[in-house]
Every structure is written in C-alpha cells, then in structure tokens.
C-alpha cells in the first residue's frame, strides 16, 4: 500500500512540476499516458484528452466515468512561490 501512495505521489508531483497551461497540456498528458503504459492500464486518446478503462470494464454494464482537468490557468506574476514545485 505504501509503494503505490508513494508511486502516487510522485505522480503528482511530476505533474505539478509540468507546466501545463490551457492549451499547452501536451507535456502533461504525456506524463499520465506513460503511466498509464508503465501500470498495462488500457487507454484512448484525441488530442489532450485520455481516458481509461478498468481492466474489469465490460462492455454493455453500467459505466462510471470519473473527469478531471490537467490544464492550469497561468500562475500570476505576484506568487512568492514558484507554482511549479511541489511543496
């Protein structure tokens, strides 16, 4: 359990370390479709978009879809931190 919350993690430091602006979310949608090569987690793909599938999905079953956004609105001039190093 505690490989996978730190596999996790670094997951997600890895995307907050990735610029990923509107529009210029390519870099991170890479990252989650290694990962999801990296873990045999079948997925498809148009432009930015990815989405996959449960290695239980069954076709025709009542079907849960889970959606997030990876793109971030550009950080402002102001911070006192650097918005892309995971803290």
């Given at each position: 359990?505690m490989?996978?919350?730190?596999?996790y993690?670094?997951?997600?430091?890895?995307?907050?370390?990735?610029?990923?602006?509107?529009?210029?979310?390519?870099?991170?949608?890479?990252?989650?479709?290694?990962?999801?090569?990296?873990?045999?987690?079948?997925?498809?793909?148009?432009?930015?978009n990815?989405?996959?599938?449960?290695?239980?999905?069954?076709?025709?079953?009542?079907?849960?879809?889970?959606?997030?956004?990876?793109?971030?609105?550009?950080?402002?001039?102001?911070y006192t931190?650097?918005?892309?190093?995971?803290?």
């Open positions: 359990m490989r996978l919350m730190k596999e993690i670094d997951l997600l430091k890895q995307l907050i370390a990735t610029p990923s602006i509107s529009k210029e979310e390519a870099e991170a949608a890479e990252i989650i479709r290694d990962f999801l090569k990296e873990k045999e987690i079948p997925f498809k793909t148009a432009e930015n990815t989405w996959a599938y449960s290695k239980n999905y069954t076709k025709g079953k009542p079907t849960i879809m889970l959606n997030s956004h990876i793109d971030t609105v550009k950080p402002a001039k102001d931190n650097d918005p892309f190093t995971p803290i």
